[in-house]
């Protein structure tokens, strides 16, 4: 990846920063202050460097490699680590991705960076406090099982992942990636083109129109039951459709801003594309990709890379 060691070094500047020190405080002043065994520079490399064996461990061969000769009770890491501002780590992150995009050399297709949306859902430990604040993923009826839904967009050609988002286990995966994509200007900056692909779970007229208001081009692919009397009435395999925004697609949205411009608009035409697979199957995608950069055999290859 390019730079990755100039990158790495900027991040471990930041790390370093009293401004950062200051966030990482959690509001509260008094926090790590004290010259301790471990200092928050160093607690900060112990939490991104984990390898996955137990805490004693992690510590134990960290303060063999950054501090010699000098050991850290498990107690005293985890009473300080409980004072961390979870947010720091967050801002790290920005911090990291926003540097690899503010130079030249990353991977686009056709000068767009091809963005992925996906979400999906995550056991977690099962306490009175993760059922509360998340949810349960379980059937009702049955033993509940705590979870939580995550939500991400992820460059596919840099892998990087720009942005993710922890939330309550049932969450509307199209809304989210819509807060998700108004983010993505602040990281790869207000000229970078880019365009978001999604699979079956994301199509929605609503998304679809607010998307192309704000100019954001997209790629979706359809269940057979999404745009049915369209799908039904194509006859070539790549051509734009008028989809008429009649009673029953506003239904939902009535009394809603969405709802009221649906009703202005009256109809959107989007592009649906056939894609052929294996044994006679097909899929149908839809999007509004213009036909002149993006030609039809691109739109597998684009929808493939997700």
Same mark, same amino acid.
């Given at each position: =990846?390019?730079?990755?060691?100039?990158?790495?070094?900027?991040?471990?500047?930041?790390?370093? /920063?009293?401004?950062?020190?200051?966030?990482?405080?959690?509001?509260?002043?008094?926090?790590?202050?004290?010259? @301790?065994? =471990?200092? !928050?520079?160093?607690?900060?490399?112990?939490?991104?460097?984990?390898? #996955?064996?137990?805490?004693?461990?992690?510590?134990?061969?960290?303060?063999?490699?950054?501090?010699?000769?000098?050991?850290?009770?498990?107690?005293?890491?985890?009473? /300080? %680590?409980? +004072?961390?501002?979870?947010?720091?780590?967050?801002?790290?992150? %920005?911090?990291?991705?926003?540097?690899?995009?503010?130079?030249?050399?990353?991977?686009?297709?056709?000068?767009?960076?091809?963005?992925?949306?996906? #979400?999906?859902?995550?056991?977690?430990?099962?306490?009175?406090?993760?059922? *509360?604040?998340?949810?349960?993923?379980?059937?009702? #009826?049955?033993?509940?099982?705590?979870?939580? #839904?995550?939500?991400?967009?992820?460059?596919? =050609?840099?892998?990087?992942?720009?942005?993710?988002?922890?939330?309550?286990?049932?969450?509307? *995966? =199209?809304?989210?990636?819509?807060?998700?994509?108004?983010?993505?200007?602040?990281?790869?900056?207000?000229?970078?083109?880019?365009?978001?692909?999604?699979? @079956?779970?994301?199509?929605?007229?609503?998304?679809?129109?607010?998307?192309?208001?704000?100019?954001?081009?997209?790629?979706?692919?359809?269940?057979?039951?999404?745009?049915?009397? *369209? /799908?039904?009435?194509?006859?070539?395999?790549?051509?734009?459709?008028?989809?008429?925004?009649?009673?029953?697609?506003? %239904?939902?949205? +009535?009394?809603?801003?969405?709802?009221?411009?649906?009703?202005?608009?009256?109809?959107?035409?989007? @592009?649906?594309? +056939?894609?052929?697979?294996?044994?006679? @199957?097909?899929?149908? !995608?839809?999007?509004?990709?213009?036909?002149?950069?993006?030609?039809? %055999? /691109?739109?597998?290859?684009?929808?493939?890379?997700?």
């Amino acid at each position: =990846m390019k730079d990755s060691q100039k990158r790495t070094c900027c991040d471990i500047s930041l790390i370093h /920063q009293d401004e950062f020190h200051d966030f990482c405080r959690n509001g509260n002043l008094s926090s790590f202050i004290r010259n @301790r065994k =471990m200092p !928050l520079t160093d607690r900060l490399f112990t939490m991104i460097n984990r390898r #996955g064996i137990t805490l004693s461990l992690e510590l134990r061969n960290y303060m063999k490699t950054a501090h010699p000769g000098m050991e850290i009770s498990k107690p005293g890491y985890l009473k /300080q %680590r409980m +004072k961390l501002n979870p947010l720091a780590f967050y801002e790290l992150y %920005r911090h990291h991705n926003r540097n690899f995009y503010a130079e030249p050399g990353f991977s686009a297709f056709h000068g767009y960076l091809v963005l992925a949306a996906d #979400g999906s859902g995550i056991n977690i430990p099962t306490t009175k406090e993760t059922l *509360e604040e998340f949810g349960t993923s379980s059937r009702k #009826g049955t033993k509940p099982q705590a979870s939580i #839904g995550l939500g991400c967009l992820y460059d596919v =050609m840099n892998r990087m992942i720009l942005e993710s988002d922890c939330c309550k286990c049932k969450f509307d *995966e =199209m809304r989210l990636a819509e807060e998700q994509i108004d983010r993505i200007p602040e990281t790869i900056g207000a000229s970078q083109p880019f365009l978001v692909i999604m699979d @079956r779970g994301y199509p929605s007229t609503a998304a679809f129109i607010r998307m192309m208001e704000k100019g954001i081009l997209f790629l979706a692919c359809l269940k057979s039951s999404d745009y049915k009397k *369209e /799908q039904a009435a194509l006859s070539v395999p790549d051509t734009w459709v008028d989809i008429q925004l009649d009673k029953s697609r506003i %239904r939902h949205y +009535k009394g809603t801003d969405i709802g009221r411009r649906m009703e202005e608009l009256g109809h959107i035409t989007l @592009r649906m594309v +056939k894609v052929p697979l294996p044994e006679e @199957r097909e899929e149908v !995608l839809i999007t509004n990709l213009p036909s002149e950069t993006f030609d039809y %055999r /691109q739109m597998a290859e684009l929808y493939h890379m997700r």
